[in-house]
């Protein structure tokens, strides 16, 4: 299997997730299992089965996050420099409404568009791979094709 690149931060972040679940999310869920068994018939039981979907769900998670952890590859940014590439941090300026953004470009299981990580398999950041500072990208997005300047390249 391929490798998962992530930064040390989003490696830290999902095997903190990780832990957490396996040292109070599935006790918990075991002893309200144990807790809805004590009140008697299961086929009618929905505490039950709220537990036991939830205790799926834990499981269920718990097994990708160790997949995830197994195949990572921790990519320290710092120690990177030139083009942008996983790990940068881009600073952007949208062409059409001057409004500036900045990314740091992260693996899918670190991504969180709404806190500045951008999906390496995005549409803007398979635009920006490459790339160097003062090059414009074009973006064909939902709303349309957009252009963006790269102001600059930081990796921290």
């Known amino acids: 299997m391929d490798k998962i690149p992530l930064t040390r ?3 830290d972040k999902l ?3 990780l832990k957490h679940l ?3 999310e599935r006790p918990a869920i075991i002893r309200a299992i144990a807790e809805a068994r004590e009140h008697g018939d299961l086929s009618e039981n929905a505490e039950y089965h709220s537990a036991k979907e939830k205790q799926s769900f834990i499981e269920g998670r718990v097994k990708e996050l160790e997949g995830v952890i197994s195949l990572a590859d921790v990519i320290d940014p710092t120690k990177l420099s030139g083009t942008i590439k996983f790990g940068a941090t881009v600073a952007l300026v949208d062409e059409d409404t001057d409004e500036e953004k900045t990314y ?3 693996g899918e299981y670190e991504a969180d568009i709404e806190n500045g990580k951008l999906n390496m398999k995005s549409p803007l950041a398979r635009a920006l791979i490459g790339k160097d500072e003062g090059d414009s990208v074009e973006v064909r997005t939902p709303g349309g094709v957009r252009s963006y300047e ?5 990796f921290k």
């Open 104 to 106: 740091q470009i992260v």
């Open 150 to 154: 790269i102001l600059s390249i930081t």
């Open 22 to 24: 396996k040292s109070v």
């Open 9 to 11: 931060a989003g490696f």
């Open 15 to 17: 095997d903190a997730e």
